[in-house]
Each structure stands twice: as structure tokens, then as C-alpha cells.
């Protein structure tokens, strides 16, 4: 298949993602293909995306957005982790805390010195080599590369911000540069003589769009993909049980922790993110599990503060469309497949798409087999993200309830078992390229979970005891003497 080449490009849908990728697009590609964005106002978007991981400040730097600016128009603070509370069991807690942890020598992780000094008695905690952990839970934070005057790295870091507030944002820089957009909403799709191929979008009042390439936005709706060509949506409910959200902000809370709160509950999981004016709350839940009355009795009797709007219901299906390009149709964020936000992952994952489709963006004429690389690693990612999140259900203790019961019983894809096995029994890990998470991500929630390798590498042996209790206790002391010396988090965000 090869058509011709790609000068108009129109772009179905606002909100972060559309302008997101407007922005990108438009940064990325050459000025002679025009790049339009169609939205209606009277369509609302989802909407609550306020937590991202810590690619989102290469992606503000990349389109000449200054953190400062950045920080004042959407209400930001930092991130420096997830704190998973009552996840293994209740009344218990662990972060995945972004950056290193501890320090890696060639051929032999950090983890595997740890692994050893656990089992010959050592009672020190895998976080406590953490410099975000340390920082996150003493409310500090400093935006530097390396714990001065030395090679460690600094905090590694992400954002909450207000969704609809970042939008805004892209909007005005996508404009800025030459994006059109237009108001209206879609009332028919002119296909065109090629099959899978779209020739334009007419608007409810007879307008008419046309274009060579368009991308889908359109959130769960999915209007051009779905909709229009017809591509199937995969399931994966029976890997990830929870099938609705209800979300609604509160009050700000003080001090505001730099982090994200993930809070277990007896048939899903709530989150809090502190943003600057308010708090972002919601609780994803299974509905086999807990009819709305139930889950929104809990939310609200668990809020951090007074309610500021009236709570918003948001059905979901987890999974992913079958190929998210087809034709001249590409889809991304939510037209394209839906992870719950557990590991904030929603706003990340329409950066890579946009990446991804300018990497192989057609230099000419669409063709096959750029089309199938793209769906491959789009595949590939989205897998990788479900297998991460699945880890979080299936790794729990509890008992208290069916829903947990039911996590912890279940089958789980033949890649995520083939990885818990091998750190439980080595401390090892699968090699695998252009992961998402990396292997001090995994370890922070296998280990927060109750994996304990029985095993680690023989290099750890290397060192002697005393030379080995030395290495740790230097090591905590650096991060103590670290994070002691750093502003509160509140000086960020001034």
C-alpha cells in the first residue's frame, strides 16, 4: 500500500492528548505540511491525567516550555514517586520512587549487595539507599543532576499538574507556531477510494476538512479508528479487574508532598495528588466488586479535604485496539487503549505515541511496513505497562476481601510470570530494550510486594563483610547528609 505524499495533516480531538500531539508534530515537522485540529468545546475530555513520570520535562524542554512557566500555568508541584499504602498488606507501605537506588557497579546491581547483606542479617531497608525516598518522605526537594560534590545523581523528578490547565498550555504554544484549530464538532466521515483510507471530516454544519493523514484523539469514543475503520479493541479485564473511576478534587492540603499517594481499598484503589490550589482524588474500582453508591461512600469518607466539585463517574475498558495505525488513521491516547492511572502512565504514553509516529513518520508515502513497526513497538509498550501494572494486584497478601483474592489467584501473562520467577529465585531480570521500567521500577514493587530474592549475583561476594557494612552505611550516610541539606519542597513551588 503506498499512497501519496502526506501535506495535510488533521488531527480529531483536544484536551492533552490532540494538543500534545499538535505541538509535537508541529516542532517536529518540516512548515510545508500543514498540521489543522478540529474540537468541540461542548465535548468534555476525561480529564483527571494529573500525575506523569519523569519524561515529561524533556518533552516541556523539547517544545521550549520553561519550567517556571510551566509550573505557574498548571498549578505544578514535583513528583518524586508513588507511595503504595496497604498494597501487600494493610497497614503496611512502599514507593516506587523514581531514580537509582543505591549504586550500580559493572556486571552486578546495587540490589544484589543488598540482597546478600539481607540474607546474612542485615536489617537495613531497600529504600533506605534511595535518595527520592529519603527526600519524598522528609518533604524536601532540590532540582539538581548530582548530590554535590560528588558522581551520585541527584532527584530524579516528574509533575502534578492540572490536565485541563496543560492543555491550555499546548494549545497556546501549538498555535503560537502555526497549528489551525477549529470548532466543531464531527457529523460524517468522507471516506476515500482506497480502502482503510479516510479523504476527510464533515462538521455538523457542512464544512468540509480533508486531509492526507489524521490522527485520532477522540478519547474512549475512538470515532476514526474504531468507529470509522472498524479496528477491534482487545480486552484485558481479566488480568486487570477494575472497570470504573470516580473522581472529584478537594481542598489543597500543607505541607504538599512531593509525591503521589496510591491507597488500596477492599475492591480497588484510590488516589490523592497535591497540586498547588487543590488535591486530584479518585477511586478505580471493579464493578463486580462494588456497585457506585459503595465506591463513592468510600471515596468520599476518605478525601483530604472538603469537596470542590460533584464527583464524576468514568466507565473504562482496559486493554488496547488491535493496531493503532491503520490506513491514514493513527490513534493516540485513549482512542488507541486505556491502562488505569496506577502508575501514571496515560499522559507518558501519548508522548511516546506522538514520538513514535514522528519517527516514522512517512518521508513520502504511507507504507506497510512502516505501519506494521509502529503497531509492533506500540504493542510492545502497551504489553510491557500492563504487565507492570498487573504486578501490583497479583503480588498482594491480603485476605481480607474477594477482590484481593481473586487478584492474587489469578493466571497472569506468560512474560510477567517468567519474571517474578526469575528475581525471586536469582535477583535477576529479563533483559528487554526500550522498557518503560526500569529494573530499579521493578524491584521497588516486587520487593514492596513481599518478593525477596533467595539468591544473588556471585560478584557481591566480592567483598568482604566489613568492607560490604561499610559500603551500605556510607551510602546511607550520604543520602541522610543529602537530603538534610535540601530546601522543603514548598520553595519549588513558590
Given at each position: 500500500m503506498?499512497?501519496?505524499?502526506?501535506?495535510?495533516?488533521?488531527?480529531?480531538?483536544?484536551?492533552?492528548?490532540?494538543?500534545m500531539?499538535?505541538?509535537?508534530?508541529r516542532?517536529a515537522?518540516?512548515?510545508?505540511?500543514?498540521i489543522?485540529l478540529?474540537?468541540?468545546?461542548?465535548?468534555?475530555?476525561?480529564g483527571?491525567?494529573?500525575?506523569?513520570?519523569?519524561?515529561?520535562?524533556?518533552?516541556?524542554?523539547?517544545?521550549?516550555?520553561d519550567?517556571?512557566?510551566?509550573?505557574?500555568?498548571?498549578?505544578?508541584?514535583?513528583k518524586?514517586g508513588?507511595?503504595?499504602?496497604?498494597?501487600?498488606?494493610n497497614?503496611?507501605?512502599y514507593?516506587?520512587?523514581?531514580?537509582?537506588?543505591g549504586?550500580?557497579?559493572?556486571?552486578?546491581?546495587?540490589?544484589?549487595y543488598?540482597?546478600?547483606a539481607r540474607i546474612?542479617?542485615d536489617g537495613?531497608?531497600?529504600?533506605?539507599y534511595?535518595?527520592?525516598y529519603?527526600?519524598a518522605?522528609?518533604?524536601k526537594?532540590?532540582?539538581?543532576?548530582?548530590?554535590?560534590?560528588?558522581?551520585?545523581s541527584?532527584?530524579?523528578?516528574?509533575?502534578h499538574?492540572?490536565a485541563?490547565?496543560?492543555?491550555?498550555?499546548?494549545?497556546?504554544?501549538?498555535?503560537?507556531?502555526?497549528?489551525?484549530?477549529?470548532?466543531?464538532?464531527?457529523?460524517?466521515?468522507?471516506n476515500?477510494?482506497?480502502?482503510?483510507?479516510?479523504?476527510?471530516?464533515?462538521?455538523?454544519?457542512?464544512?468540509e476538512?480533508?486531509?492526507?493523514?489524521?490522527?485520532?484523539?477522540?478519547?474512549?469514543a475512538?470515532?476514526?479508528?474504531?468507529?470509522s475503520?472498524?479496528v477491534?479493541?482487545?480486552?484485558?479485564?481479566?488480568?486487570?479487574?477494575?472497570?470504573?473511576?470516580?473522581?472529584?478534587?478537594?481542598?489543597?492540603?500543607?505541607?504538599?508532598?512531593?509525591?503521589?499517594?496510591?491507597?488500596?481499598h477492599?475492591?480497588?484503589?484510590?488516589?490523592?495528588?497535591?497540586l498547588?490550589?487543590?488535591?486530584g482524588?479518585?477511586?478505580?474500582?471493579?464493578?463486580?466488586h462494588?456497585?457506585?453508591d459503595?465506591?463513592?461512600?468510600?471515596?468520599?469518607?476518605?478525601?483530604?479535604?472538603?469537596?470542590?466539585?460533584?464527583?464524576?463517574?468514568?466507565?473504562?475498558?482496559?486493554?488496547?485496539?488491535?493496531?493503532?495505525?491503520?490506513?491514514?488513521v493513527?490513534?493516540?491516547?485513549?482512542?488507541s487503549?486505556?491502562?488505569?492511572?496506577?502508575?501514571?502512565?496515560?499522559?507518558?504514553?501519548?508522548?511516546t505515541?506522538?514520538?513514535?509516529?514522528?519517527?516514522?513518520f512517512?518521508?513520502?508515502?504511507?507504507c506497510d511496513e512502516?505501519?506494521?513497526?509502529?503497531?509492533r513497538?506500540?504493542?510492545?509498550?502497551?504489553?510491557?505497562?500492563?504487565?507492570f501494572?498487573i504486578?501490583?494486584?497479583?503480588?498482594n497478601?491480603?485476605?481480607?476481601?474477594?477482590?484481593?483474592?481473586?487478584?492474587?489467584?489469578?493466571?497472569?501473562p506468560?512474560?510477567l510470570?517468567r519474571?517474578?520467577?526469575?528475581?525471586?529465585k536469582?535477583g535477576?531480570?529479563?533483559?528487554?530494550?526500550?522498557?518503560?521500567f526500569?529494573?530499579?521500577?521493578?524491584?521497588?514493587?516486587?520487593i514492596?510486594?513481599?518478593?525477596r530474592?533467595?539468591s544473588?549475583?556471585?560478584?557481591?561476594?566480592?567483598?568482604?563483610?566489613?568492607?560490604l557494612?561499610?559500603?551500605?552505611?556510607?551510602?546511607?550516610?550520604?543520602?541522610?547528609?543529602?537530603?538534610?541539606s535540601?530546601?522543603?519542597?514548598?520553595?519549588?513551588?513558590?
Amino acid at each position: 500500500m503506498e499512497t501519496g505524499n502526506i501535506g495535510n495533516i488533521v488531527i480529531l480531538g483536544g484536551g492533552t492528548a490532540g494538543w500534545m500531539t499538535a505541538a509535537l508534530l508541529r516542532r517536529a515537522l518540516p512548515e510545508k505540511i500543514s498540521i489543522t485540529l478540529i474540537e468541540s468545546d461542548q465535548i468534555g475530555t476525561v480529564g483527571v491525567g494529573e500525575a506523569t513520570i519523569p519524561p515529561i520535562r524533556q518533552l516541556n524542554q523539547v517544545l521550549g516550555i520553561d519550567e517556571r512557566e510551566f509550573l505557574r500555568e498548571t498549578q505544578g508541584t514535583a513528583k518524586l514517586g508513588i507511595m503504595f499504602e496497604g498494597w501487600r498488606v494493610n497497614g503496611e507501605s512502599y514507593m516506587h520512587a523514581f531514580g537509582p537506588v543505591g549504586k550500580n557497579f559493572p556486571f552486578c546491581d546495587f540490589h544484589h549487595y543488598w540482597a546478600r547483606a539481607r540474607i546474612e542479617g542485615d536489617g537495613s531497608d531497600y529504600w533506605d539507599y534511595s535518595l527520592n525516598y529519603q527526600a519524598a518522605i522528609a518533604g524536601k526537594f532540590s532540582a539538581v543532576s548530582k548530590i554535590p560534590a560528588t558522581n551520585f545523581s541527584g532527584l530524579s523528578y516528574a509533575y502534578h499538574f492540572d490536565a485541563g490547565l496543560y492543555a491550555s498550555l499546548l494549545r497556546r504554544h501549538a498555535e503560537a507556531k502555526g497549528v489551525l484549530r477549529i470548532e466543531g464538532k464531527v457529523g460524517d466521515v468522507l471516506n476515500s477510494s482506497r480502502r482503510d483510507f479516510l479523504a476527510g471530516l464533515q462538521l455538523e454544519d457542512g464544512r468540509e476538512v480533508c486531509g492526507d493523514l489524521f490522527v485520532d484523539c477522540s478519547g474512549f469514543a475512538g470515532l476514526l479508528i474504531g468507529q470509522s475503520l472498524g479496528v477491534r479493541y482487545l480486552s484485558w479485564d481479566d488480568w486487570l479487574p477494575c472497570d470504573r473511576a470516580i473522581a472529584v478534587p478537594s481542598s489543597g492540603v500543607a505541607p504538599i508532598p512531593p509525591f503521589t499517594r496510591s491507597i488500596a481499598h477492599d475492591a480497588g484503589w484510590q488516589w490523592q495528588i497535591p497540586l498547588q490550589h487543590r488535591t486530584g482524588n479518585g477511586l478505580v474500582f471493579s464493578s463486580t466488586h462494588w456497585d457506585d453508591d459503595q465506591a463513592l461512600s468510600v471515596l468520599m469518607r476518605n478525601l483530604p479535604g472538603e469537596p470542590l466539585a460533584e464527583p464524576k463517574i468514568i466507565p473504562f475498558k482496559t486493554g488496547c485496539r488491535e493496531k493503532q495505525w491503520q490506513g491514514n488513521v493513527v490513534s493516540i491516547g485513549l482512542s488507541s487503549g486505556f491502562l488505569e492511572p496506577l502508575e501514571s502512565t496515560s499522559i507518558h504514553l501519548i508522548q511516546t505515541g506522538v514520538t513514535r509516529l514522528i519517527n516514522f513518520f512517512p518521508h513520502q508515502k504511507i507504507c506497510d511496513e512502516e505501519i506494521a513497526e509502529f503497531n509492533r513497538l506500540s504493542r510492545l509498550e502497551l504489553e510491557s505497562v500492563r504487565d507492570f501494572i498487573i504486578l501490583h494486584y497479583k503480588l498482594n497478601e491480603r485476605r481480607d476481601s474477594s477482590f484481593w483474592q481473586d487478584c492474587a489467584s489469578m493466571d497472569v501473562p506468560d512474560s510477567l510470570h517468567r519474571k517474578i520467577e526469575l528475581f525471586r529465585k536469582t535477583g535477576k531480570f529479563p533483559k528487554e530494550a526500550d522498557s518503560l521500567f526500569s529494573d530499579s521500577a521493578w524491584l521497588q514493587v516486587m520487593i514492596g510486594q513481599g518478593v525477596r530474592p533467595k539468591s544473588y549475583h556471585p560478584a557481591a561476594g566480592d567483598l568482604t563483610e566489613k568492607q560490604l557494612r561499610a559500603f551500605l552505611q556510607g551510602m546511607r550516610a550520604m543520602i541522610g547528609s543529602s537530603v538534610e541539606s535540601m530546601p522543603p519542597h514548598a520553595h519549588f513551588i513558590l
